[in-house]
């Protein structure tokens, strides 16, 4: 037979996707496994060995209906997981973007899963029976907490940045600090959210250094709209360095009438410097030092969904909500339940420190953690893997999502080495564990870190270290 002949009896040979799927019937728990899965598995598998064939790569037989039927199972299974999955952080940076920014307070999500599975008074006002604004949700909090006039949430803050640009400086000025011309990660740039607004952005001052009388002379009654501030949230500058204030700005924005908006990025309600940590501007005392508009992120510092708040005056608010922007832009009501219940939460600070988890991982204190490490190590070693050289370790954790980028926050780590595995290899196999384990890599050590890790999660690393000793040791 010549090679060409052998490769087309072999082709013949796979056998047809009815054959596989009925194989399957016949011997595995099929139950609640939808049809059209099985036949796609079978469909990819079938190809594969297709391809294989065809460019000569088997070096033996190509598999059999029962090992076909076998790779099909293994690959339905990996398919039927949700893609959308549970990861353990234990990197230590708290609000990780990647890893899905702030966890919800238990109170707001058991509020969203009610809300979401029953009908709401979402857009009704009950008591006038007509129709009602979903912003009144939150607003009366919002004011509450920070002391603004009226308020609403949108999208995330960069919508919330884009609405406000659009409804008040389009076709004119703002002005801003070149300090301030910041990019935030995930291609976020101020500047081009300004041009995508259609406002013209006006660059004031130096890198390091901006003054008033830099804003000043750049105000022009005509044209200028905005005086904008940009919380640099994820770089320091430091050395010779000069900002405004935002009080001064307060008074120059009012002596030329016009408006002037900060730009938090992630806003919070808590003064962080409670917790020993270096003092971020709360949205309190931006309200209180006169910012007209104080946009901010729902799921950074504050700990609540992803969202934008716009807090303000109620007539610039009221101008915001008439624009045809707010409605691609809008808020869901799944996004509406967690914030209501997160803000109702800083009705009582002490409480929503404890309850909140960006709060709570932010405020753990080093002696907390280096009990948490102990008992993470000692979870590792029931593997008796003894390979394993395990230790507890000072370091240093991360706020993240662009806020106190410098701030090293003290806490103690679990290091793990592993005889003849490299750490690179041990961050891979914990990456591909189900669920992954997110740690990181420092002098080739692996390190965990307690304060991003949560309480029912120590049994399941503890579990990933068997698993690893099981398949590499
Ligand atoms: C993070 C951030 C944004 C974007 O906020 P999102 O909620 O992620 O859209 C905008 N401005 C600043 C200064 C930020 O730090």
Redesign the pocket.
Known sequence: MSLNENKKKLLRNIPKIDKIVLNLKNNYNTKDIPETLMTQASREITEKIRKKITSDSYKHQPPDLKEITNQVFSLIKIKNRPNFKKVINATGVIVHTNLGRSLLAKEAADFVYERATGFSNLELDLATGKRGLRYSLVENLICEISGCESAMAVN????A?LLCLDTFAKGKEVIVSRGEL?E?GGS?RIPEVMEKSGALLKEVGTTNRTHLKDYEKACNDEKTAVLMK??T??FNITGFTASVSLDELHKLSRKKGVILME?L??GTFTDLSLFGLPKEPTVQESVKAGADIVTF?G??LLGGP?A?IIAGKKELIEKIRQNPLTRALRIDKMTLAALEMTLRLYREPEKAVKKIPTLRMLSASPNELQQQADILKNIILESKFEKLNVSVIKNSSRAG??SLPETEIPTFCVGVKIENISSIQIEKFMRKNSPPVMGRIENNIFVLDPRTIQEDEYEIIGKAFKNLKEKLG
């Open positions: 995330n803050n960069a919508a940045v910041v935030i976020f940009v919380h949230s994820n730009d990025g992630s992120s799921d950074k992803q934008g999502g662009g």
